[in-house]
C-alpha cells in the first residue's frame, strides 16, 4: 500500500518562510518523479513544482519560481518543499504528490497523493 505524509504546514507570516517534508511508503521511491500541488477552497488543485527521480531535473509554477525549491533524498523516501518570501496567496492546502511522467502539470497525470497539509500566510 502506498502511501505519502506531508509534514505540518503552519500559519506564516508574509515574507517568512517554511519547509514541507513527504514521507513516502510503498512505491519505489528512486523511480518516480515527486511533485507538490495546492489547492484553495472553491478552486482547483494546480500544479506548484516538480523533481525527477534523480533531483537533477526540476520544474516549477511559474507563480512560485525563485522563491520554492522542491528537493529530494532518495535514501530517506522523502521530498521536500522548501518555501521562501511567502505571499498571502500561497495560503492553500498543499499535496504531495507521485507520478512516472516528469513536466506533468495536471492532476490526473499523478498516480499518488498524501491528504494534505494547510500552509497559511497571514500577519
Known amino acids: 500500500q502506498v502511501e505519502l505524509t506531508e509534514s505540518a504546514g503552519g500559519l506564516v507570516q508574509p515574507g517568512g518562510s517554511l519547509t514541507l517534508s513527504c514521507g513516502a511508503s510503498?512505491?519505489?521511491?528512486?523511480?518516480?518523479?515527486m511533485g507538490w500541488f495546492r489547492q484553495v477552497p472553491g478552486e482547483e488543485r494546480t500544479f506548484v513544482a516538480s523533481?525527477?527521480?534523480?533531483?537533477?531535473?526540476?520544474y516549477y509554477a511559474d507563480s512560485v519560481k525563485g522563491r520554492f525549491t522542491i528537493s529530494r533524498d532518495n535514501a530517506k523516501n522523502t521530498a521536500y518543499l522548501q518555501m521562501n518570501s511567502l505571499k498571502p496567496e500561497d495560503t492553500a492546502v498543499y499535496y504531495c504528490?507521485?507520478?512516472?511522467?516528469?513536466?506533468?502539470?495536471?492532476?490526473?497525470?499523478?498516480?499518488?497523493w498524501g491528504r494534505g497539509t494547510q500552509v497559511t500566510v497571514s500577519s
Open positions: 504528490t507521485a507520478t512516472r511522467v516528469f513536466g506533468a502539470t495536471y492532476p490526473t497525470s499523478y498516480e499518488y
Open positions: 510503498g512505491l519505489p521511491f528512486n523511480v518516480y518523479v
Open positions: 523533481i525527477r527521480w534523480t533531483g537533477g531535473n526540476t
